[in-house]
């Protein structure tokens, strides 16, 4: 992810509103101007220790950079994971090039659960790691790896612990589609001196290029991105608002409903370029992006670990997993 790229700028026009409704920090969370309602909750308890063990484990690889042995390694083990919870798993591989002309040897883990269904939801994260840590305050850090426990192991994680859930519990009228993208990260870092907002978010265009209906209907899809960051709040991601705004407020009034209000405030974020655009704008299903904003944190609005070498497991905060992982089970459940 990229500041560039993320459309900083148009984030300042939301800026301002976004300080009436939030206190959130680089430190410190938390949102008391938003409406409260009767918590409903309803379907299984999210384990936020075996979500955090998901996690973990993929960190355990190291950075799962492209066409490193960690990430070949870590692809195999998040493809038998869902496997092992009952989905059927689809390893698309593709060559992919990248801004510096780099090939990239991606996989796209598509893992779905029951498929045979007729009506179908899309979750979906990125698992790569950024190779370089271009936004990290200590220069002498810019070339080494993202450990990338937030920015990517977090969001596969949640998902990987739903699949669990469902496996557990299953009385949905609907089938999930798992999709880890590949090769989200290896965009121009922040040394080059220009912007391409295509170089991000390859292996979600690919996919996206290739998707087929298949005989059912996606319905919808929800994009996990940087979602076990400490202090972490979720506002309402401006794109998510232009391309899918029904979809935003159905997941914002489960958080609501779950008990999750204070880490999904109803207030706007910016305009970010993610995962998301391609299967809005290449697939047609209307999909939306789950991310934090940090609007007063110097470093980055997307918190102070963001491409740096401390996006490691001692930031990966249990209780933002929670609120996500059981957020998300209330949107399935209430289908």
Same mark, same amino acid.
């Given at each position: 992810?990229?500041?560039?790229?993320?459309?900083?700028?148009?984030?300042?026009?939301?800026?301002?509103?976004?300080?009436?409704?939030?206190?959130?920090?680089?430190?410190?969370?938390?949102?008391?101007?938003? +409406?409260?309602?009767? =918590?409903?909750?309803?379907?299984?308890?999210? !384990?936020? &220790? $075996?979500?955090?063990?998901?996690?973990?484990?993929?960190?355990a690889f190291g950075p799962r950079t492209m066409n490193s042995e960690a990430h070949e390694q870590c692809a195999a083990w998040i493809a038998d994971k869902f496997r092992a919870l009952g989905c059927t798993v689809e390893m698309q591989k593709a060559a992919l090039t990248g801004y510096d002309g780099t090939m990239l040897r991606a996989t796209n883990i598509i893992a779905r659960h029951h498929p045979e269904r007729q009506r179908h939801i899309l979750l979906c994260a990125h698992w790569d790691s950024r190779p370089w840590a271009d936004n990290d305050p200590d220069s002498t850090n810019w070339q080494k790896p993202v450990m990338a426990a937030?920015?990517?192991?977090?969001?596969?994680?949640?998902?990987?612990?739903?699949?669990?859930?469902?496996?557990?519990?299953?009385?949905?009228?609907?089938?999930?589609?798992?999709?880890?993208?590949?090769? +989200?990260?290896?965009? =121009?870092?922040?040394?080059?001196?220009?912007? !391409?907002? &295509? $170089?991000?978010?390859?292996?979600?265009?690919?996919?996206?290029?290739?998707?087929?209906?298949?005989?059912?209907?996606?319905?919808?899809?929800?994009?996990?991105?940087?979602?076990?960051?400490?202090?972490?709040?979720?506002?309402?991601?401006?794109?998510?608002?232009?391309?899918?705004?029904?979809?935003?407020?159905?997941?914002?009034?489960?958080?609501?409903?779950?008990?999750?209000?204070?880490?999904?405030?109803?207030?706007?974020?910016?305009?970010?370029?993610?995962?998301?655009?391609?299967?809005?704008?290449?697939?047609?299903?209307?999909?939306?992006?789950?991310?934090?904003?940090?609007?007063?944190?110097?470093?980055?609005?997307?918190?102070?670990?963001?491409?740096?070498?401390?996006?490691?497991?001692?930031?990966?905060?249990?209780?933002?997993?929670?609120?996500?992982?059981?957020?998300?089970?209330?949107?399935?459940?209430?289908?």
């Amino acid at each position: 992810m990229n500041i560039v790229r993320r459309n900083l700028a148009a984030m300042a026009v939301a800026f301002a509103a976004m300080l009436l409704f939030s206190n959130a920090s680089c430190h410190r969370g938390g949102n008391t101007n938003i +409406e409260v309602i009767e =918590v409903q909750s309803v379907g299984p308890e999210f !384990d936020a &220790d $075996s979500a955090w063990a998901y996690c973990y484990a993929q960190c355990a690889f190291g950075p799962r950079t492209m066409n490193s042995e960690a990430h070949e390694q870590c692809a195999a083990w998040i493809a038998d994971k869902f496997r092992a919870l009952g989905c059927t798993v689809e390893m698309q591989k593709a060559a992919l090039t990248g801004y510096d002309g780099t090939m990239l040897r991606a996989t796209n883990i598509i893992a779905r659960h029951h498929p045979e269904r007729q009506r179908h939801i899309l979750l979906c994260a990125h698992w790569d790691s950024r190779p370089w840590a271009d936004n990290d305050p200590d220069s002498t850090n810019w070339q080494k790896p993202v450990m990338a426990a937030n920015d990517g192991a977090s969001g596969v994680a949640v998902m990987l612990e739903i699949a669990r859930l469902l496996q557990q519990s299953d009385s949905l009228s609907v089938g999930v589609d798992f999709v880890c993208f590949d090769a +989200e990260d290896w965009g =121009v870092p922040q040394w080059v001196n220009r912007s !391409d907002e &295509d $170089s991000w978010a390859l292996g979600a265009q690919y996919w996206a290029s290739q998707y087929k209906a298949e005989g059912y209907t996606t319905e919808f899809g929800i994009l996990l991105d940087m979602v076990g960051g400490e202090a972490a709040q979720f506002h309402q991601e401006g794109m998510s608002m232009l391309m899918a705004p029904s979809i935003v407020e159905k997941v914002w009034r489960a958080a609501q409903q779950a008990g999750y209000s204070g880490y999904f405030p109803m207030s706007p974020g910016g305009r970010i370029t993610d995962d998301h655009l391609p299967v809005n704008e290449k697939a047609g299903i209307p999909t939306i992006d789950i991310i934090p904003y940090y609007p007063n944190c110097e470093s980055s609005s997307f918190g102070p670990t963001w491409h740096t070498v401390n996006d490691t497991m001692d930031h990966i905060d249990k209780n933002t997993l929670k609120a996500v992982g059981q957020t998300l089970v209330q949107v399935l459940f209430t289908l």
